[in-house]
């Protein structure tokens, strides 16, 4: 039986184990919605409810599933819309295929209806790999470079079809001049170091007294490996946000998030060491490493391209992360000396006190960290976390605990508002199940979640677990940029662009027939959270908390604290709250016993 370009597109992506497709429809790409027909719905089309949330569902897909995510979209403003969840995946190198219409060739350069010149458009997003399908030929050749790119260099690709070729009649290559066929797959390789950087780099680590490793999402899979690395070094390690789930929060030596949303342990070890080891992070802001001049440091990464930045480092080693570590271990030497060991495990024994004392201080209504902690206290071991931008990704990094083989992730470079719903949404498809929880502002809730709890709606009964669980943070508040603006500006709050129209999140989802739960006392918020566990179907939880609980972070500079105080002093509307909850806050480092006010 003769098939179209469509038709082909479909066949060759489910030969590529593809099996979901996120996307939304349009003229544009009419031929393959009616392939899509006939191809029994094989891959199944995810419809969301806007281009972007499918290029985020593609990324939360790949990022949970640790494949390619595949989206797809119309012409003109349809491919537009993709852009935000495109940058999302090229920044945080996460291999994602769309799959976009164009206008028919016969009006290409004719200023036709919604034509954009869209090479030009995605040049930069897909700098990696974007084409135009203009004959049938080309294929398979463009689909499997696609992919091929996308996982290899872990990035996003675009495919472009003029909608008159999706309906052409599918000719393969020949065997003949300018033509190009293809094959499915590859071995991807295992690249390891040369044996004398090896040899540098462990005699530098040996040589170390003080050893600190950061380690960010490039070592996932690696937990054995950095264990024992870390015990042979006597070393602690720090993570960069996208390494969150790389570690379990529960290893002693382990000091949690790393930066301005990190831990008072993760920030004393860094001032502290003397020999620093990053393994699979480009973490950026370079003020929260060691001084410049403080520490020698190796470093190991996949790429070349991304190694040697931020921190002078004397031995970079380009490798896989796991190989390279496997490699390194027999020529590194036990240290006898623990003592700095032992002073990172009792800086991760006070900051956890800390953070407990923190979460559990009272705030009106709830105090944010406790809808962390209270999840934590009850977190699957399967869990798949997102979490949004915002002042969610505070209390995402410092108050929650990984644990076994939990995930978690958030738009960590591009740090988007609106991925926390539609990541959770492509985890599902991933691993249907498990079970997803999304923490979210209602700012980011407001803008994407709302409308994506209809396709939660419409989709959770093929989940074989149906929990998906969105908490929304309930301040009526922009609140990161609130504090941003006190901490960074000086200036008081501007209501006109901070403060949020109020709105009943749960009721909107009891509408749609998901479990919806409204909490506005502390003691409340754990029985939500076992409630929302337990249920036979998706669930909101809308949760009241306190606008003017300070993320504060592991050490505030000189600047950061005169601006907040100059925007209290200028009339910040919630001045009062904000005195009362920082002096709160802030005495929970002092009490007895700990040392984070050292």
């Given at each position: 039986?003769?098939?179209n370009v469509?038709?082909?597109?479909l066949?060759?992506?489910?030969?590529w184990?593809?099996?979901?497709?996120f996307g939304?429809?349009?003229?544009?790409?009419n031929g393959?919605?009616?392939?899509w027909?006939r191809?029994?719905?094989?891959p199944?089309?995810?419809?969301?409810?806007?281009?972007e949330?499918s290029?985020?569902?593609?990324?939360?897909?790949?990022k949970?599933?640790?494949?390619?995510?595949?989206c797809?979209?119309t012409s003109?403003?349809?491919?537009i819309?993709?852009?935000?969840?495109?940058?999302d995946a090229?920044?945080d190198h996460?291999?994602?295929?769309?799959l976009v219409?164009q206008t028919?060739?016969?009006?290409m350069?004719?200023?036709?209806?919604q034509?954009?010149?869209?090479?030009?458009l995605?040049?930069?997003?897909c700098?990696d790999?974007?084409?135009?399908?203009?004959?049938p030929e080309q294929?398979?050749?463009?689909i499997?470079?696609?992919?091929?790119?996308?996982?290899?260099q872990?990035?996003?690709?675009?495919l472009?079809?003029?909608?008159?070729?999706?309906e052409?009649?599918?000719?393969?290559?020949?065997?003949a001049f300018?033509?190009?066929?293809?094959?499915?797959?590859?071995a991807?390789?295992?690249?390891?170091?040369?044996?004398?950087a090896?040899?540098?780099a462990?005699d530098?680590?040996?040589a170390?007294?003080k050893v600190?490793?950061l380690?960010g999402q490039?070592a996932?899979g690696c937990?054995?490996e950095?264990?024992?690395?870390?015990?042979?070094l006597?070393a602690?390690?720090?993570k960069?946000?996208?390494?969150?789930?790389v570690?379990?929060?529960?290893?002693?030596?382990v000091?949690g998030?790393?930066g301005?949303l990190?831990?008072?342990?993760?920030?004393?070890?860094?001032?502290?060491?003397?020999t620093?080891?990053?393994?699979?992070?480009?973490?950026p802001?370079?003020?929260?490493?060691?001084a410049?001049?403080?520490?020698r440091?190796?470093?190991i990464?996949?790429?070349?391209?991304?190694?040697?930045m931020r921190?002078?480092?004397?031995?970079?080693?380009?490798?896989?992360?796991?190989?390279?570590?496997?490699?390194?271990?027999?020529?590194?030497?036990?240290?006898?000396?623990?003592s700095?060991?032992e002073?990172?495990?009792?800086?991760?024994?006070?900051?956890?006190e800390?953070?407990?004392?923190?979460a559990?201080?009272d705030a009106d209504?709830v105090n944010p960290?406790r809808?962390?902690h209270e999840?934590s206290?009850?977190?699957?071991?399967?869990a798949?976390?997102?979490?949004d931008s915002?002042s969610?990704a505070n209390?995402?990094?410092r108050h929650?605990t990984?644990?076994?083989?939990?995930r978690?992730s958030?738009?960590?470079?591009?740090a988007?508002?609106g991925?926390?719903v539609p990541?959770a949404?492509?985890?599902?498809?991933a691993h249907p199940?498990?079970?997803?929880?999304?923490?979210v502002?209602?700012?980011?809730m407001?803008?994407n979640?709302?409308?994506?709890q209809?396709?939660?709606?419409?989709?959770?009964?093929q989940w074989?677990?149906?929990r998906?669980?969105?908490?929304?943070l309930?301040n009526d508040?922009l609140?990161q940029?609130t504090w941003?603006?006190?901490?960074m500006e000086?200036s008081?709050?501007?209501?006109e662009s901070?403060?949020?129209?109020?709105?009943d999140?749960?009721a909107?989802?009891?509408?749609?027939?998901?479990?919806g739960i409204n909490?506005?006392?502390?003691?409340g918020v754990?029985?939500a959270?076992?409630?929302?566990?337990?249920?036979?179907r998706?669930?909101?939880?809308?949760i009241?908390?306190d606008p003017?609980?300070?993320p504060?972070?592991?050490?505030?500079t000189?600047?950061?604290v005169?601006a907040?105080?100059?925007?209290?002093?200028h009339g910040?509307e919630d001045?009062a709250?904000?005195?009362?909850?920082?002096?709160?806050?802030?005495?929970q480092?002092?009490?007895?016993g700990?040392k984070?006010?050292d």
């Amino acid at each position: 039986m003769s098939q179209n370009v469509a038709d082909f597109v479909l066949s060759r992506l489910r030969e590529w184990g593809v099996r979901q497709v996120f996307g939304f429809p349009g003229d544009g790409i009419n031929g393959l919605l009616a392939a899509w027909g006939r191809a029994g719905n094989d891959p199944q089309f995810v419809q969301s409810r806007h281009e972007e949330m499918s290029a985020f569902e593609a990324v939360g897909f790949a990022k949970f599933s640790g494949t390619f995510g595949v989206c797809a979209a119309t012409s003109g403003p349809g491919a537009i819309h993709l852009l935000n969840g495109l940058y999302d995946a090229k920044l945080d190198h996460v291999p994602v295929v769309a799959l976009v219409g164009q206008t028919a060739r016969s009006a290409m350069g004719g200023s036709y209806q919604q034509e954009v010149d869209l090479l030009s458009l995605f040049k930069d997003v897909c700098s990696d790999y974007v084409q135009m399908c203009t004959v049938p030929e080309q294929l398979p050749n463009l689909i499997d470079r696609a992919i091929r790119i996308a996982v290899s260099q872990q990035a996003p690709t675009c495919l472009i079809f003029p909608s008159d070729v999706l309906e052409l009649e599918y000719s393969a290559p020949g065997h003949a001049f300018k033509e190009v066929p293809s094959s499915l797959g590859f071995a991807p390789p295992t690249v390891t170091p040369d044996p004398e950087a090896l040899r540098q780099a462990a005699d530098l680590l040996n040589a170390g007294g003080k050893v600190a490793m950061l380690v960010g999402q490039g070592a996932r899979g690696c937990a054995d490996e950095l264990a024992e690395v870390a015990d042979l070094l006597g070393a602690g390690a720090a993570k960069a946000l996208l390494g969150k789930d790389v570690l379990p929060d529960t290893l002693p030596w382990v000091t949690g998030s790393i930066g301005l949303l990190g831990t008072t342990a993760s920030d004393r070890m860094m001032q502290g060491c003397d020999t620093l080891l990053t393994v699979g992070s480009n973490f950026p802001y370079t003020q929260f490493y060691p001084a410049l001049d403080q520490a020698r440091a190796v470093q190991i990464d996949r790429s070349a391209a991304w190694i040697g930045m931020r921190y002078p480092y004397e031995v970079n080693l380009v490798g896989d992360a796991g190989a390279t570590l496997r490699a390194l271990i027999p020529l590194l030497e036990r240290k006898p000396d623990r003592s700095w060991r032992e002073k990172v495990e009792s800086d991760v024994t006070d900051w956890k006190e800390t953070a407990q004392r923190r979460a559990m201080t009272d705030a009106d209504p709830v105090n944010p960290m406790r809808i962390v902690h209270e999840l934590s206290e009850r977190l699957p071991a399967n869990a798949m976390v997102s979490s949004d931008s915002g002042s969610s990704a505070n209390w995402y990094a410092r108050h929650l605990t990984m644990r076994g083989g939990a995930r978690g992730s958030l738009s960590g470079n591009l740090a988007t508002m609106g991925p926390g719903v539609p990541y959770a949404i492509g985890a599902k498809w991933a691993h249907p199940d498990r079970p997803a929880i999304a923490l979210v502002g209602d700012g980011a809730m407001q803008m994407n979640g709302l409308a994506e709890q209809i396709t939660v709606a419409k989709y959770y009964r093929q989940w074989s677990d149906p929990r998906l669980i969105v908490a929304v943070l309930h301040n009526d508040d922009l609140n990161q940029v609130t504090w941003e603006m006190r901490a960074m500006e000086g200036s008081p709050k501007f209501a006109e662009s901070q403060t949020l129209p109020d709105v009943d999140y749960a009721a909107f989802a009891r509408s749609l027939g998901l479990q919806g739960i409204n909490v506005d006392t502390a003691d409340g918020v754990g029985p939500a959270w076992e409630a929302a566990l337990s249920a036979d179907r998706p669930t909101v939880l809308d949760i009241r908390c306190d606008p003017d609980v300070p993320p504060i972070p592991p050490h505030a500079t000189f600047e950061q604290v005169k601006a907040t105080a100059s925007a209290v002093l200028h009339g910040d509307e919630d001045a009062a709250g904000i005195v009362k909850q920082g002096l709160k806050q802030k005495v929970q480092q002092y009490l007895p016993g700990t040392k984070d006010g050292d």
